[in-house]
């Protein structure tokens, strides 16, 4: 075949191409949801191949569309082309980069965000420079959603053009009298606060700031900001300045912002800024700090209906201030009674919101709010162990609600060094007849079980009655008829004993329990568990537990076997149980 020949063939192939893109652009205004799927799917395969020409006419389609269920679609479907582009080198043209780019911050909203966000790294002076624009117009709100997004998800966008972002944004917080705008810039300055750690170290693990632990990662990854700031690095100076100037407004501002929500939205902006401000100003800064904190979480009103716990916001710039109290001088946290007020403040927060882990039909912003709340007990359990594990027992001798808020707690740092002091601590709530209590004391043997073998080492009787309080529980009898269903998954103020668990369900979770431990791979409980289940199932005041114990004996059975056969850990615990025990005839009739 001659070269005019392929020629022509290869422009009929593209031209087929085209016809087959946008006949199905076309279709998917009419096709039904399974049909958008393929279509979709067709496409992307289209665009390994044809990636500019795919984009291209998926961008025209968009322009000339005014349906809006139809736009819609189609964003999605260019978010998804950008995002699963592969390979990732391929690149949207700059022409057509920028058409888009204008097209879509005159078209504000979530899916336009979205297709920006992947457009920004492939042109990242383009798309900051639109949105620069964007920022000082009358209406920056979608422009500064878009940056927030933008420094959360690719912040080396910012680098070349970092202090012109942070200069502007500080103008803008400067002037506004708005307090919608407000609250977004300083949702904004959180996450330009993680991309300026990400610009100034790049080596650096990635930050998520839907990460978990997201709070310890950001303070072990902006803790070389000290020693930039005090190295005067010029590339850092500007930077430095400018954060220090936004920090020091918002500690002279937020006490004439009455509003509440602005004042939760800047505990959560200056906790992000204390980690990556010069440590002088934040010593100077940290008392009033801590003493706004204490302030709102002791406000009354700042749960919701929909949320039994403090705004995540507040709870999440809480543990930032803690980690940067900890990083300056964690002193700061022993002067006069800071440490005790702050203990007592996170504390009474958990007694009003009750474990959360088992409440039924809340949203995620409450759980994470408590796992957040958890966190800044952790920060202060880390650095002062002994003076935290003596607050939470002492709470544990109190009402019956900050007994359950000190048990959820306590559960919290059970895999920690704290364990044997946790352990020896509860004994005196083994002989309290609160189901629920006895409910919590069971998930707590569930997280101390990775520890127990070694704190059994030294305190093998207290482990002995806290595995034993727990056989016990299966054996519960119904206290009243008029006892009834419950949720033992939450318990607050308002919590009545009548409302406690029924007898079944308290069984039923002991049993749990208990399947754990005579689950653990490891068999590390074994030759504890043995002797205690054994006395239990001759005990004639167990036989409402006797089918849970016999399904833990034999699950504890097989595993050693299987242990054996495998010889890759100990057996013979139930043969030793059996000898120290003394009484297997004895068992093996009352079994019968």
């Known amino acids: 075949m001659s070269a005019d020949a392929e020629g022509e063939e290869a422009s009929r192939e593209g031209q087929c191409i085209k016809d087959v893109v946008r006949s ?41 569309e005014d349906a809006d269920h139809q736009r819609l679609q189609l964003l999605r479907l260019l978010s998804q082309l950008l995002e699963q582009r592969d390979p990732r080198s391929l690149v949207v043209p700059r022409t057509l980069a920028k058409n888009m780019t204008r097209h879509l911050l005159s078209n504000p909203g979530q899916p336009s965000a979205d297709v920006l966000c992947e457009l920004a ?28 997004q933008v420094a959360a998800a690719s912040p080396a966008t910012l680098k070349e053009r970092l202090n012109e972002v942070l200069s502007k944004c500080f103008n803008l917080l400067q002037g506004c009298r708005v307090m919608d705008v407000r609250l977004l810039l300083l949702r904004t300055w959180c996450s330009l606060c993680t991309a300026i750690v990400s610009c100034l170290f790049p080596d650096a693990s990635p930050l998520d700031a839907g990460h978990p632990c997201f709070s310890r990662h950001f303070a072990v990854a902006a803790s070389p900001m000290r020693v930039r700031q005090t190295a005067a690095d010029p590339d850092g100076r500007k930077t430095t300045q400018v954060i220090s100037a936004v920090f020091a407004l ?62 995540f916001a507040l709870m999440q710039g809480t543990c930032l201030a803690l980690q940067a109290c900890v990083d300056a001088d964690r002193e700061l946290l022993t002067i006069e009674n800071t440490f005790q007020t702050l203990w007592s403040a996170l504390f009474n927060a958990v007694v009003a919101g009750g474990p959360l882990q088992y ?91 990775p520890r127990l073998a070694e704190v059994a080492a030294s305190k093998q009787t207290q482990v002995n009655n806290l595995i034993g309080f727990v056989i016990r529980l299966t054996a519960r009898a119904q206290v009243a008829d008029t006892e009834h269903g419950y949720i033992p998954k939450f318990v607050s103020k308002g919590y009545s004993n009548n409302d406690a668990p029924s007898a079944e369900e308290v069984r039923k979770r002991a049993g749990s329990v208990l399947g754990q431990l005579a689950g653990d791979p490891r068999g590390s409980m074994n030759l504890a568990l043995w002797p205690l289940l054994l006395k239990a199932m001759v005990n004639p005041s167990m036989l409402l537990g006797l089918p849970i114990i016999c399904r833990c004996v034999t699950q504890m059975v097989q595993s050693e076997r299987d242990a054996a056969e495998r010889e890759d850990a100990p057996g013979g615990g139930v043969r030793q149980a059996f000898q120290n025990y003394g009484q297997s005839d004895m068992l093996l009739l009352w079994l019968l």
């Open 24 to 64: 199905l652009i076309n279709a998917k205004g009419t096709s039904s949801t399974q049909l958008q799927l393929a279509i979709n799917s067709s496409l992307m395969q289209v665009a390994k191949k044809n990636f500019d020409f795919v984009t291209f006419a998926i961008f025209s389609a968009l322009e000339n």
């Open 121 to 148: 790294p492939m042109h990242p002076d383009l798309v900051l420079g639109e949105v620069l624009q964007g920022l000082s117009s009358d209406l920056p709100s979608f422009s500064l959603e878009l940056l927030s």
């Open 359 to 449: 409440l039924h039909g809340l949203g995620q912003e409450a759980l994470q709010s408590q796992a957040e709340l958890l966190r800044c007990m952790d920060v202060l359990a880390e650095n002062f162990g002994t003076e935290s594990l003596n607050f939470l027992l002492q709470k544990a001798k109190g009402h019956r609600e900050e007994r359950l808020a000190a048990l959820l707690v306590l559960r919290q740092f059970a895999g920690s060094l704290l364990a044997s002091g946790i352990v020896e601590g509860v004994q005196p709530l083994l002989s309290d007849t609160d189901a629920a209590v006895g409910i919590m004391l069971g998930e707590l043997l569930v997280a101390l079980s």
């Open 250 to 311: 918002l500690m002279s501002s937020w006490t004439n912002w009455k509003d509440q929500n602005l004042r939760v939205a800047v505990v959560d902006t200056l906790g992000h800024l204390s980690l990556v401000i010069p440590k002088d100003q934040f010593l100077t800064n940290a008392d009033a700090l801590l003493e706004h904190i204490v302030f709102l979480l002791s406000r009354q009103g700042l749960a919701s209906s929909s949320s039994p716990m403090p705004p």
